[in-house]
Every structure is written in C-alpha cells, then in structure tokens.
C-alpha cells in the first residue's frame, strides 16, 4: 500500500517535525532518521540537537503500510540541525532499522564538511552501514575518496581502494592529479582513537609515485593534539657538528601535555630535553629542561686557546608563564637556570637562545585611568661559555630588584585641565664594574654600561596641562609640573663621589599651536608652526650619579617636540630650552597622503644637560650639547601599496647631515620591494671613529602564481663589505610549500674590521596534513 505526498511538507505537518529525537514522526508511529553530520558519525563523534526541527521536501512521499518502509522519492532535500541530505530518493526500512541515500548523495554538515557518493546504506544509529563510490571533502580542505566504505562497530570506517590528499583539485582540468596524494587499499579512520592508517599505500607527486608504504598512521584532521613522534630536524654547527633531532609529543590531558626531544650530536654526544605546558583557566605556564655530558668541550676554547675546560656537564632550566588574576591583574615570569652563562645559547635551545636574554618576574595592573607594573630583572649575555674567559660580561649585568611604574590620571579636571602622576622606582645590583665607556675611555662595546655595587633611585611627577583656543585659532597649552628624585649609590667605582642625593626639577612651559588650512581642487593642506618653551632649574647633580636607563637616545624630529628627550629617569634635561619648528600634513583625492616634521631646539639658559659628561657619555655627539642644536626633519608619503619615510639630523652651521634614513616600500600584482638607507657620523666617543653607511635592498618576485624568488642584500658603503645577502626560491599554495634559502653573512666590528665570512644553507618542505621537515626562513620581513 502507498500514500503519494506532493511536492514540500504540508503546514499541518510542520507542528509534528519536532519530535525530541533525530526523526520525523508520522501518523502511524513509523518515523524517519534525520541524517545530520554524518562525516562525524564516520568518525565516531554523531552529535545532533534533540530538539532540533528538521523539514523534509521530494516530488513524492511513498509510505507502504504493509513493508512498514517510507520513502521520500525525486528531488529530496532533508534539513536538519543546520545540516541537509540531497538524494534521488531516500527510503527509512522501520523493519531493519535502515537508511538508504540512492542516486548522487550530497550531505553538506553545518560545520562545512561535504559527503558525494552513489549510494549510501547505513543503520539509524550509523554504527553499521556501507557506501559506494564515496568522496569526503572537509572544512580544512582535506580529500577523502574512495570505491567505496563500510562502516563498522560505531567507531571505525573503511575506506577500500581510496584517496587522501589536502590539494584542491585543478579548475581547468579536473581529472589532472593533485599535487601529492596517498593511494592505500584500505584507509582505516579510528573515531575513537582519532587516528587515519593507511595500509599497503604509495606516496604520489605529481601523479607518479614517489614512495611504497607499507603502513603509516597520522592524527585525524580534526585533532589538535596527538601522542606520537614529531617530525625530526636536522642541524649542524661547527663547535656540536651534525646533529638529528627527534621529538616525542605526549598528549596527556586537553590542557597540559609533555615534549620530549632527543638531539645526537657528531661531536658532543646526546641532548635531552623535555618540555612541560599546562594551561589552566585563568592563565599557562610551561617548564623546560635540557642537559647533556659533552664529549669535546674542548672544541669551545679553540678560538681563545684556552685550556680545555673538563666540566663535560651542561644543563638548563627555565620557565615561563602569565595569568590573569582578575580582569585589571595579571602576573607572570620568564626565568632560565643554566649551569654556565652560555649553554642555552650555544645549543639553539628553542625560547631560551637569544644572545641577550633577560630574565623577569612581573606584576601588572591596569584599570580605568590607572597604571601600576613591577618587574625583577636579571639580564644574561650568553657568551664564551667558560668562566676562565676573562671578556666575559655576565657579571657586569645588573639585578634589577625592582623596577615599578605607577601612572594615575585623574577623571575630574583640576582648574579646567588635566593632572598626570607618575611614579617610577628601580633598584639595581652589580657585581662586577662594567667600564665598557666614561670610566677607563674604552670604545663602547654595545653592553649595558654601569657601575659595580647597588644603586636605586624613586621617582614622582606630577603634571598639569590645559589647553585653549583662541579665536583667530591659536592653539595655547601652559604645562606645569614637579619632579623630584631620591638616589643612593653604594659603590667603591671610580668617578662615583656621593651615596645619596636628592634631586628636584621644577618645570613650567608654554605650547602654541597656529594650524591653518589649506584647501585645493584636488587636495587639503595642514600646516602647523609650533613652538614650545620650558623654563626649569637646573639638573641637580648631573652626571654625578649613575646612569643606568638613559644612556642611548636618539635626538630626531620625532622627539623634538618631547618635554624631556632623555630615553630614561637617571637623567633629566634642565635648563630653559625653547623647541621651534613646523608640522604638515595632506591628502590627495587620488588617495597620496603626507606628513612632516622639521625644526631645530634652543638652550635659551642655564645648565645644559646634554653638554654634561656622565659615566656613559649619554648626551655627547647628540646634536643637542650645543646651545643650538641641529636641525631635525622627516617626511613621510603613503600612495596605496607605496610607502616612503625619510629624516635626518642635520649640522646647524654647515647643514652638513649628521644622521640620515631613508625607507621604501613597494608592493604589486608581480612582488614587493623595499630599500633602506642609513647613515651616521663618525661618533669616537662610542667607539665608532669613521662614518657608518648602509644601504640593503630587498624584495620578492612572483614568477607563476605559486612559485617565488626573494632576496636581500646588506652593503656597507664606508667599508665596502657585502655584510650580508640572502636568496631564497620559494613555492607555496594551499597543500605544499617548499623554500630554498641561502644565506652570508660578514659582520664589521667597530673598528671596521671585517669577521670570518658565515654560509648558511636553509630548506623547508612541508605537505599539509602530512609532514614537515626543515624549518622555514625569513628573510627581511617578507
């Protein structure tokens, strides 16, 4: 007996679509399974909504009384819980508790997952079941396809005679084969186990077979984290020699997990090294360990001649983590442990290699128009790993117990304008002086310069600024503000005459502002003069006390305009001092836009800070130690993808160019370029006693529309040394990537002595899904 339904579900049906299960319930008891996500039910994770609706459509509803079947036929569409099941004709078998799906079946699952196959036969719970002709197309775009599956237990599924691959098929001619595929007789995908194994397979580039595999597992695409090998690395350097890295990742919880890597080295023998993370609700945290008995330590004294060091064992610990303990606090570290001051270093250890690496435990508060931030330091310079290497500068870098901001603005004006305090204190311990510049006359080397014993400081600032606006446009900003510093020094340094001072700066000042406007056919025009004058006392104490985070600063247009162009609070500018110049800005209709700053500074009176030797000679060959300081200016100009900023210091009485940088950028349908120049004069009292010019171009060239060719190149003009060139041949699209790089490298010391020349071989192949090996290079940001 049949009963023939006409095209779309009837209104007074709608009410019984919702029956709490995944079916369509019927009068006479008989319901219909939904079919939704069924590419997770092949892989063992069948979830729906139970209280999902789900809308049934065909030409024909065919419901046989006697066979207890129903049978949706011609032109059916099942909807349910975001998911749809297109067939010729659908038929439920109440009976045996199957569904059959016949004549081109598409499934497309809410999550983005597609399913193809002829015919597909399976029970209402999908634990058992057989499709023909099966192709399986991912979110992540991976590539299932076989001559057909079977489905068994409720956890695992067969795929015979099938095809992965995470390569999107060719538009022109899709019967071409991907760029690299894995032909098996059988694919077995594990929904319990989360695993896909490919049994009797063979690795396919290009359509030809490249390797026979006998049998090989890799994670189900929708897994983050798997227990099992990683893919090995290969390095070499000259003082370990060849070495094979092989880790093991171990899954142990969703939130916290276990890496654990062992490196043979040709020359030094084997690394261990183990990596700890766990993350938690508020925050992560994670724990590295490394240590190896060296079999030729002598091989890092051969530059130095040295006496052998005979402590074979080498190790480290560290650790780093940050949490949120409520929204406005969180708190964090990054610490390391090592057994000499150079282990991390010298064995590339992943997180903890960095030649300077600083160490630090921090507090951090942020709320509203308040600030607060505490951090302990502790600064490492990881080289010549021997404590017998008497140019050893880790013990000339401090401990910096603490280094506290505090910054608070006020919500309610105060005379109409607004109020900023600011707090700062550091504290700082040194075992060992660090006379690297001031104190013997030594060049400067580039290491923190400071002074062997403890010394602190705390700092308070209050400001107060209000601005008016005329009306003829003038823009008027008075500045009011109170500094005062407490410092104390316990040193036996040489130059260091006080232990304790206080110092107090009283600062009032005066901007003012003229904008005016300028407007064409085509284009808007800003122009506005600035001046500024500041009236203080003079630095108290300059240059007599330490000098520990204001020793680098550089005097350009973006900082002409800055109250106090110090870089840090050891230091403070005092004196009157008046800052003159102009700020521009336009934009074009054809969308160029620029901008620019240019003037020149003034020491109307008192004691110049800049002009006053410190144990760092911070301040010197500035161009502000005189009482008028050069000039500054930069301009910018933006186009679409074309960038270009340039600026310079120039001398005031010559306008011979002191400083200069220039950079462009390009970037097109075809690549990118970029070029960058840097000049700066000859500054002896660092260590620096002829010019300094550098030029490096650089860029990418787009050959097909996956294959490129980059490089770089560095030059230095003053030396004519190619310091460093890289090159590289590179091809990328959405399931393999491939990179070829060379890189040389000739560093130039301060002297203008040129190092041993460096080759550096990189490569980097990685089929999507399946493997990697090498690691990829950048190369100049591109």
Not at 531 to 553: K, L, T, W
């Amino acid at each position: 007996m049949g009963l023939n339904v006409t095209r779309s579900v009837l209104p007074t049906w709608l009410a019984r679509l919702m029956c709490g299960t995944a079916v369509l319930c019927l009068a006479g008891g008989i319901s219909f399974p939904a079919v939704a996500q069924t590419n997770d039910a092949l892989a063992g994770n069948f979830k729906t909504n139970p209280n999902a609706q789900m809308l049934l459509e065909s030409d024909e509803l065919v419901y046989d009384i006697n066979a207890k079947t129903i049978s949706a036929v011609g032109g059916v569409q099942i909807d349910y819980d975001g998911n749809r099941l297109v067939a010729r004709q659908v038929t439920y078998d109440q009976k045996t508790g199957r569904l059959k799906a016949m004549g081109k079946v598409e499934i497309v699952e809410k999550d983005g997952n597609r399913i193809y196959a002829e015919n597909l036969d399976v029970t209402d719970d999908f634990k058992e079941g057989f499709i023909n002709t099966l192709r399986v197309e991912s979110a992540d775009n991976t590539r299932f396809a076989a001559e057909s599956a079977e489905r068994v237990g409720g956890e695992i599924t067969k795929f015979n005679n099938g095809i992965y691959t995470a390569c999107e098929p060719c538009r022109d001619k899709p019967g071409k084969a991907p760029l690299w595929q894995v032909r098996a007789q059988k694919i077995i995908w594990n929904g319990k186990k989360k695993t896909i194994r490919f049994e009797r397979g063979r690795f396919e580039l290009f359509g030809m077979p490249l390797a026979f595999m006998p049998a090989f597992e890799i994670a189900d695409p929708t897994v983050k984290r798997k227990s099992g090998f990683l893919m090995p690395s290969y390095k070499y350097e000259t003082d370990l020699g060849y070495g094979v890295s092989v880790p093991y990742f171990w899954a142990l919880a969703p939130n916290y997990d276990l890496t654990l890597t062992g490196t043979g080295y040709t020359k030094q023998g084997f690394l261990a090294e183990a990596e700890w993370r766990h993350r938690l609700a508020n925050g992560e945290y994670s724990i590295n360990l490394a240590g190896i008995s060296q079999n030729k330590p002598h091989e890092f004294n051969r530059d130095n001649d040295q006496e052998d060091y005979n402590n074979t064992g080498r190790g480290m610990v560290g650790s780093k983590g940050h949490f949120q303990i409520n929204p406005r606090w969180s708190f964090g570290w990054d610490v390391m442990v090592q057994s000499d001051k150079a282990f991390a270093y010298r064995y590339g250890l992943e997180n903890y290699a960095d030649y300077n690496k600083t160490d630090q435990i921090y507090l951090t508060g942020l709320h509203d128009r308040n600030y607060f931030d505490v951090r302990l330091y502790k600064f490492h310079i990881q080289e010549g790993w021997s404590d017998s290497n008497p140019s050893s500068s880790e013990p000339k870098q401090p401990w910096v117990l603490p280094s506290l901001d505090y910054a608070y603005i006020p919500t309610q004006p105060l005379a109409g304008g607004e109020l900023n305090f600011n707090l700062n204190v550091q504290a700082l311990s040194r075992d060992k002086l660090d006379a690297t510049a001031g104190y013997t006359g030594l060049p400067r080397t580039g290491y923190l310069s400071g002074i062997k014993g403890n010394d602190g400081r705390i700092t308070g600032e209050v400001e107060w600024k209000r601005t008016f606006i005329t009306d003829s446009g003038l823009v008027l900003t008075p500045i009011l503000a109170l500094r005062g510093d407490g410092m104390y020094v316990d040193s036996d340094s040489a130059g260091v005459n006080r232990d304790q001072a206080f110092r107090g700066l009283a600062t009032a000042g005066l901007e003012a502002k003229y904008p005016i406007l300028f407007t064409a056919a085509n284009s808007t025009h800003v122009l506005e003069p600035t001046a500024q004058i500041f009236v203080r006392n003079n630095e108290p104490y300059a240059g007599q006390m330490p000098n520990e985070d204001a020793q680098s600063f550089v005097f350009d247009a973006s900082s002409l305009f800055e109250r106090d162009k110090f870089s840090g609070y050891d230091r403070v500018e005092g004196g009157t001092r008046a800052n003159l110049g102009i700020r521009y800005s336009g934009t074009f209709n054809n969308g160029l836009s620029l901008n620019g700053i240019a003037g020149q500074s003034f020491q109307l009176g008192g004691l110049n800070s800049f002009a006053t030797s410190d144990f760092v000679n911070a301040g010197a060959e500035s161009g502000l130690e005189s009482a008028r300081s050069d000039y500054v200016a930069m301009i910018g100009a933006n186009y679409g993808a074309y960038n270009l900023t340039t600026g310079g210091r120039f001398d005031k009485d010559t306008f011979e160019m002191r400083r200069a940088e220039v950079a462009a950028t390009a970037a097109g349908t075809h690549g990118t370029l970029f070029a960058k120049y840097a000049f700066i004069d000859a500054q002896p009292t660092y260590g620096f006693p002829t010019d300094r010019q550098e030029v490096t171009l650089g860029g990418s060239l787009k050959i097909t529309p996956n294959w490129r060719v980059l490089g770089s190149g560095t030059y230095d003009i003053v030396h004519d040394t190619l310091v460093k060139q890289v090159a590289a041949l590179a091809y990328d699209d959405e399931c393999f990537t491939y990179q070829m790089s060379y890189t040389e490298q000739r560093p130039i010391d301060s002297t203008g002595a040129a190092g041993d020349k460096t080759t550096t071989f990189g490569f980097n192949i990685s089929f999507r899904t399946l493997w990697e090996f090498g690691k990829p290079v950048n190369i100049g940001g591109i």
